[in-house]
């Protein structure tokens, strides 16, 4: 009997842990979702080409529980268009979260600049 009771209050747990995913914690850095918001910004905003991927996806800040991922990632396609002083802009910096008020996953994606080796 101890052992059908253990069995429902994990099974409580896990189910509690689930819900308070779905609710709170967002997406991480390589999810598909998050991804594609990150793409879309970099497109529309700051006019990249419509071919870029999304590669060597790092999270900085985030984890199982977090409110929010702080993700860093490089930039590849065509590129030819994304230079700043000479120096390309081949990498992004990027966050995904969740809004408090409407529960909605939320990115923020800002370009970076990759210093290119000398040669």
């Given at each position: 009997m101890k052992f059908i009771w253990l069995?429902?209050?994990v099974a409580l747990l896990f189910f509690g842990v689930y819900a308070y995913r779905l609710q709170a914690v967002p997406p991480d850095c390589s999810s598909p979702a998050t991804i594609s918001l990150?793409?879309?910004?970099?497109?529309?905003?700051?006019?990249?080409?419509?071919?870029i991927r999304i590669a060597n996806i790092r999270t900085s800040q985030g984890g199982m529980f977090a409110p929010r991922?702080?993700?860093?990632?490089s930039i590849e396609g065509d590129l030819s268009g994304q230079s700043f002083g000479g120096v390309a802009v081949g990498a992004?910096?990027?966050t995904s979260e969740i809004t408090e008020d409407t529960h909605r996953h939320y990115v923020?994606?800002?370009?970076?600049?990759?210093?290119?080796p000398e040669r």
């Amino acid at each position: 009997m101890k052992f059908i009771w253990l069995g429902v209050v994990v099974a409580l747990l896990f189910f509690g842990v689930y819900a308070y995913r779905l609710q709170a914690v967002p997406p991480d850095c390589s999810s598909p979702a998050t991804i594609s918001l990150v793409r879309q910004i970099l497109i529309g905003q700051f006019k990249y080409q419509r071919l870029i991927r999304i590669a060597n996806i790092r999270t900085s800040q985030g984890g199982m529980f977090a409110p929010r991922f702080e993700c860093d990632a490089s930039i590849e396609g065509d590129l030819s268009g994304q230079s700043f002083g000479g120096v390309a802009v081949g990498a992004v910096h990027y966050t995904s979260e969740i809004t408090e008020d409407t529960h909605r996953h939320y990115v923020t994606a800002k370009p970076q600049l990759v210093a290119q080796p000398e040669r």
